[in-house]
């Protein structure tokens, strides 16, 4: 199989909803005919990637589960990026996704693991150990902005969620526990 798409052609677009269901009681994908001698009708279709993303090979190619999902639900490509809402890669049902930008999509970041002080935008810079950096990235400029430096480190935080807000972050930006839709 070659590499992921993320353009799906309209031949594409058919072929998915020829092969391809989407079972809203399990919320899973499905086959709609045999494939091979080993993928039969009603078998759950593909497989957890290396990046925690669920994928699907159809025809030689692999593709996105969320996106094969959009286009049973919505019954054309996606024209542009889809976001997972809660954060989480592998829940892909309809209620889940939306398209967004790149900088939306962008906002709708989780804590990474290199994380030290537990909030995105809040770090202790180097050789401080009492005070806390605020910083954040302005998606009108795409420059990272310095909001301050203060004492507490809830006072970074309440600072950072704020400028969250003001400039349109999702509310989910940066969360650790996930929140929302249900699972």
């Known amino acids: 199989m070659k590499g992921v798409r993320r353009e799906v052609s309209p031949e594409e677009v058919e072929k998915i909803k020829k092969y391809l269901e989407w079972d809203v009681k399990d919320s899973c994908l499905r086959w709609k005919i045999d494939v091979s001698r080993r993928v039969k009708a009603g078998q759950v279709a593909g497989s957890r990637n290396w990046d925690g993303y669920l994928r699907v090979g159809l025809n030689k190619r692999v593709f996105q589960q969320h996106v094969v999902v959009w286009v049973l639900v919505h019954g054309h490509a996606p024209t542009s990026e889809i976001d997972h809402i809660n954060g989480i890669k592998d829940d892909n049902r309809p209620e889940n996704l939306r398209i967004v930008s790149h900088t939306e999509n962008c906002q709708n970041r989780r804590l990474g693991v290199a994380n030290k002080t537990g909030c995105l935008g809040v770090l202790t810079p180097v050789g401080q150990t009492t ?51 249900p699972t």
């Open 131 to 181: 005070k806390f950096q605020a910083r954040i990235l302005n998606p009108s400029s795409n420059r990272r902005t310095v909001i301050g430096s203060f004492k507490t480190f809830k006072g970074a935080v309440i600072a950072r969620k704020f400028m969250q807000s003001e400039f349109g972050y999702h509310r989910f930006h940066g969360d650790e526990q996930i929140k929302g839709l």
